[in-house]
């Protein structure tokens, strides 16, 4: 739990529901029905509610009564009687956590920002939600909404509070962490930082209408890019993870649902040769140094970010499925071999990676285009099982392929990557190192996004 022994960067204030926690839907409805049963009466009209998402527990009390007026003189009894319904039927069985709340506030309580709640739901029920999760430890204050019948009542209370225990200098950071567009609204109103979490009712694409400072999937995002927010945390920008390894160790898959599940940016350096290499079959380009640096220089090789994934494409035309054909990939380790060719790319793809808050993988990402990435993956596996892996997304394209071919054509292109004098595929010294023959492409990823956390998060006073 934070301290106010000293004046703190950022104070991040967490709402509950779709958040952090979710409890099972028939939990919450029986305790609402049961108290409107006991202090008002009859059956609880839940027609009358459009939604509670984003809404205080008193302003969802308003709108069953169909008066705000009868839900303040109500509010004490009603909320008393819901309280301890809630504390009998709300156990850690009722409650599930949103994929990463845990990572999210540990990277917080890191980072010295100061930690409370800002949600809609009465106090006593929000308090029991978070002890019975486990989560109440890492916060020093809440603001509930069983007294408030608008959300954006909660941030002047919590601003006031912090001003007053000195937990916060002049022109801090304050950042609303939430799930609704009522969360994303209210900070809005106050001049405050919003980031939004696709965990609860709402999408990201819905949530990402309403322009927060950011929106990721869940709060698992959240904690890797949290550096990203806090503008005096000691590492300054956002990371580069660079992912090496031969063909068919699963790198490129694994490479671009990471960076999904970060929220980063995904390069794939090898479609980049490989448009080259089509450019060269196409135009019958000689396969020596000189002439397809010359062509490269002629030409556009584009990587696009469409909502269906990185789209490659070579003098504006949409070339990502043509590329993968086996003419291009019989060809592409030694349109890649040369100098000229290798020393082009790296620059390209230094660029397009120079900001951080990507996800690059290839052959010499580690060793060469970026040395001294934060976080560096080298990934294996046997010859067997890469080849199976790669005659599965070969078969589409040419079924008279057999594994014996594939394993054949890996071996060559092992020995043509390994071997080449410039830049050759190699694992640089500080790379984690993930044989994947016996691994499915969720434990990759899982095993990867792991010692991200560690790496950059638990240690980002050591990154630059």
Known sequence: MASNASVKRALLLVDIDGTLLRVHRHVTRHVWSETWSVVVG????????????????????????????????????????????????????AIELCPGAT????????????????????????????????????????????DAIERAELPPRALQWAMSQQYLSQGAWVIVVGDTPNDIACARRYGLGCLAVASGPYSFDELTVHQPMACFRHLGQAALSLHRFLPT????????????????????????????????????????????????LEHGVPMNDEALAALLERTSIELRHTPQGQRTYLDGRDVTERIRMPDVTAHVSQVSSFPSVRAAMVRIQQQLGARGGVVMDGRDIGTAVFPDADVKVYMTADLA???????????????????????????????????????????????????????????????????????VVESSTTLP
Do not use: C
């Open 42 to 93: 009859g059956e609880l009209p839940w027609h009358r509610l459009d939604s509670a998402a984003g809404k205080t527990d008193l302003q969802i009390l308003a709108q069953l009564l169909g008066d705000v007026y009868t839900a303040r003189v109500l509010a004490r009894d009603f909320f008393s009687v819901l309280a301890s319904h809630a504390e009998r039927a709300i156990t850690r069985d």
């Open 103 to 146: 990572d999210f506030l540990e990277a917080a309580e890191r980072s010295g920002a100061v930690l409370a709640i800002l949600s809609g739901n009465e106090t006593r029920i929000g308090w029991h939600k978070l002890r019975v999760a486990g989560l109440d430890s890492y916060f020093v204050a809440g603001f509930f909404g069983g």
């Open 233 to 280: 945390h000691p590492m300054a920008r956002q990371p580069i993870i660079a992912i090496d390894g031969p063909a068919g160790s699963g790198k490129t898959t694994t490479a671009r649902l990471l960076a999904e599940r970060l929220g980063f940016t995904y390069i794939d350096t090898g479609a980049m040769y490989r448009a080259l290499t089509l450019a060269a």
């Open 385 to 455: 099982t890469r080849a199976e892996r790669r005659l599965e997304e070969l078969r589409a394209t040419d079924p008279t392929l057999t594994l014996d071919d594939v394993i054949r054509q890996l071996d060559e292109r092992d020995q043509l990557d390994s071997s080449r004098e410039h830049n050759p595929l190699r694992r640089a010294e500080d790379a984690i190192v993930i044989d994947t023959t016996n691994l499915s492409i969720e434990e990759q990823v899982e095993r990867i996004a792991r010692y991200i956390r560690e790496r």
